[in-house]
C-alpha cells in the first residue's frame, strides 16, 4: 500500500512538471519570432524544467517529462511536422545537459544550460540538412549556436535559482516533522 502511494504521488508530481513544461512551450509558440531572418529561434524557455528535473530529480523523469512535453507540444500546437525536428534537438540537448550534469553536478548549471542550447540547435540542424538532404542550412550555425548559448545561459541560472529554492522548502519541510 505504500509503495503504491509514493509510486501514485510521483507519477502525480511528474505530471505537474510537464503540464508547466508544456504550458510554457505553448506560451512561448505564441510569441513573435526572436529572429525573423533566421527561422526556428526561440529563447527554450520550457527547457527550464528539463534542467531543474535532472537537478532535482532523476535523469530518467527528466527525459519523460521531456519526452511528454515535446509530444504533446507538437500535438497542441497543431505543429507535428516539427516533431523530427524538436526530438533531435532536444534528444541531443538532454544527453549532453545530462553528461555536464553528471561531470559538474550543480555547481555549473548555467554551464549545462548553455551545452544544452547549443546542443539543441545541433540536433535540430543535423536534422534539417537529413531532411533537406543538404548541407546549406549550416549557414545558420554560428548564429545558432549564439543564440542557445544565450538561451542555455538564462535556463541554466534559472533553474539554478528554481532548484535552490526547492532545496530550501524540501530542508524546509524536513526539520519540522
Not at 4 to 27: G, P
Not at 31 to 45: C, D, E, Y
Not at 145 to 150: D, E, Q, S
Request: hydrophobic content about 55%; charged content about 10%.
Amino acid at each position: 500500500m505504500a509503495q503504491t502511494l509514493k509510486s501514485t504521488k510521483h507519477l502525480v508530481r511528474l505530471a505537474l512538471y510537464t503540464a508547466i513544461a508544456l504550458t510554457i512551450f505553448i506560451l512561448e509558440a505564441q510569441l513573435p519570432p526572436l529572429l525573423p531572418a533566421v527561422p526556428g529561434i526561440k529563447l527554450g524557455l520550457s527547457n527550464i524544467v528539463t534542467l531543474f528535473l535532472l537537478t532535482c530529480e532523476t535523469k530518467r523523469d527528466a527525459v519523460l517529462v521531456l519526452l511528454a512535453r515535446i509530444l504533446l507540444g507538437c500535438f497542441f500546437t497543431g505543429q507535428m511536422m516539427t516533431l523530427i525536428y524538436s526530438l533531435a534537438g532536444g534528444l541531443l540537448s538532454f544527453g549532453m545537459m545530462a553528461l555536464c550534469s553528471w561531470i559538474f553536478r550543480k555547481e555549473v548549471l548555467w554551464f549545462t544550460g548553455m551545452a544544452g542550447g547549443v546542443f539543441h540547435n545541433l540536433g535540430q540542424i543535423v536534422a534539417a540538412a537529413v531532411l533537406m538532404q543538404t548541407w546549406a542550412v549550416l549557414y545558420y550555425l554560428p548564429v545558432l549556436v549564439l543564440c542557445g548559448m544565450a538561451a542555455g545561459l538564462f535556463s541554466g541560472f534559472s533553474a539554478l535559482f528554481f532548484s535552490k529554492r526547492y532545496q530550501a522548502l524540501r530542508t524546509g519541510r524536513q526539520k519540522k516533522t
